[in-house]
């Protein structure tokens, strides 16, 4: 009899939880940003939670935790309950930070499950408008001719800009002074003053200096030419196949999610995808959509951790 009695119970037990997700969401779903408001990524995850908000009919906000280079955000969520209404907005350093820094206490196959990949920024490498560089090729020979001698700016150690350089470096067998800045923007900014010979970012950030003169793009890093810098060849375009490089935007949740759960929220962001309203906006951004299954998205995760890890072993790049 009291198999019947635990066997009924757990029959309960499965039944709400049966009930609890097939009615999620029921009230509201915070998703964290690990940047400060604005900025694509900011941008980008807002147009989501807002069409999420008006298909499910409940409250989708973002909620930006800044700091610690994305850790702060990353582990609050890591420590939330695995019901769906706490979810992690991601980017490059979810996959880069476990390499590069002691204190990322948290593994991105293990504390996480992913939803989706919503969209990706190709990057784009620039040199100051005076540059006597008019090919990526021109750049390449110069750099084999002295090794260290041209330098590049980026965002910081260990940033996506930063990384992308060293493994562009390494692919090409060149090699580059590095000169971190406190940002992409004043990484930017210095080029345009002449303090470096290149600099690699984002298709969105380096788009304005690119038209207004102040700089010229060499080479874009998308499998295809951005709709911002038409004029630009790819990397494949320019002799260097194989070295595609992108900024992402993905979708996780905490481990142990409900799978039910996981995937209502890859049906409702998929459909937010394939609209033409989000597909505009986001090009605006000088990014693309992505979509797909939550397995496309962990094997795409997995991709990108395994390359950065061994450009940081690589390059022995360590955080001050």
């Known amino acids: 009899m009291s198999r019947i009695f635990a066997l009924l119970a757990c029959l309960a037990l499965a039944c709400a939880a049966s ?40 409250p989708f906000i973002i909620e930006n935790r800044a700091g610690g280079g994305t850790l702060i955000g990353t582990m609050a969520a890591a420590r939330s309950e695995p019901d769906g209404y706490t979810l992690l907005w991601l980017t490059p350093p979810f996959v880069i930070n476990p390499s590069l820094l002691a204190a990322a206490h948290y593994n991105p196959a293990k504390d996480f499950v992913p939803i989706v990949d919503v969209a990706e920024v190709p990057l ?26 041209l330098n590049y700016g980026s965002s910081g150690v260990g940033g996506s800009p930063h990384l992308a350089t060293e493994l562009f470096s390494s692919l090409s067998k060149i090699k580059l002074t ?87 929220l890859n049906a409702a962001v998929n459909k937010t995808i394939a609209s033409s309203g989000f597909r505009e906006l986001v090009i605006k951004q000088g990014a693309g959509t992505v979509g797909g299954t939550p397995a496309d998205s962990a094997a795409h995760l997995a991709a990108e951790m395994s390359k950065w890890s061994k450009v940081i072993e690589e390059a022995s790049i360590k955080t001050q």
């Open 19 to 58: 009930a609890a997700e097939t009615s999620y969401p029921n009230r509201t779903v915070k998703i964290i940003v690990p940047f400060p408001p604005g900025g694509t990524s900011d941008t980008i995850a807002r147009m989501v939670a807002t069409d999420l908000q008006a298909q499910f009919g409940q």
């Open 124 to 149: 784009a490498m620039i040199v100051p408008a005076a540059s006597p560089f008019k090919s990526l090729q021109d750049l390449v020979n110069a750099a084999k001719e002295k090794p260290g001698a």
């Open 178 to 264: 590095h000169v971190p800045y406190s940002g992409s923007a004043p990484a930017v900014m210095a080029l345009v003053a002449g303090q470096t010979d290149l600099v690699f970012d984002t298709v969105f950030l380096v788009t304005p200096q690119v038209t207004s003169g102040n700089a010229h793009a060499l080479v874009q890093t998308g499998a295809e030419r951005s709709p911002l810098l038409p004029d630009v060849p790819t990397l494949k375009e320019a002799g260097f196949p194989g070295q595609q490089v992108s900024s992402w935007f993905s979708l996780t949740a905490p481990a142990h999610t409900p799978p039910e759960v996981i995937a209502k």
